[in-house]
């Protein structure tokens, strides 16, 4: 399993925004589906966010309109830009890489977080984001 280097998390009053990073080890990259998981304490992973290498974006119904996943293919690197966080926000959040092209609609359709997670090979290590009142 590769690892993937992610950057940023924290603590966020309510309402409040934080932007997550992660970058690749090579180029090969720029040509994968991408993506963010998260997970709760005592709740299942969550696939919440995809995007691919052209740009087309998928999100899960609880992040729709709040969060926004981009890329920068020459740097290697995806974001997610998370706003108007909300406590049941908080969690780990995982970058993620599929060694393909594609990201299938199915990934953000359903909860089956764990069973789309078994489809990306590569990981970061968790960031850890809180929200406060």
């Known amino acids: 399993q590769v690892q993937l280097k992610e950057s940023g998390g924290g603590s966020v009053k309510v309402g409040g925004s934080l932007r997550l990073s992660c970058q690749a080890p090579d180029n090969r990259y720029a040509r994968y589906c991408l993506g963010w998981f998260r997970q709760a304490p005592g709740k299942a992973r969550e696939a919440i966010a995809f995007i691919e290498h052209d740009g087309d974006t998928l999100y899960a119904e609880p992040v729709k309109g709040r969060f926004i996943v981009v890329r920068d293919n020459a740097e290697r690197t995806w974001s997610l830009q998370m706003n108007k966080l909300a406590p049941e926000d908080a969690g780990a959040y995982f970058c993620?890489?599929?060694?393909?092209?594609?990201?299938?609609?199915?990934?953000?359709?359903?909860?089956?977080?764990?069973?789309?997670?078994?489809?990306?090979?590569?990981w970061g290590k968790g960031l850890q984001v809180a929200v406060v009142s």
């Open positions: 993620a890489a599929r060694q393909y092209m594609a990201c299938y609609h199915r990934y953000v359709e359903g909860d089956e977080g764990d069973k789309v997670a078994s489809e990306f090979e590569s």
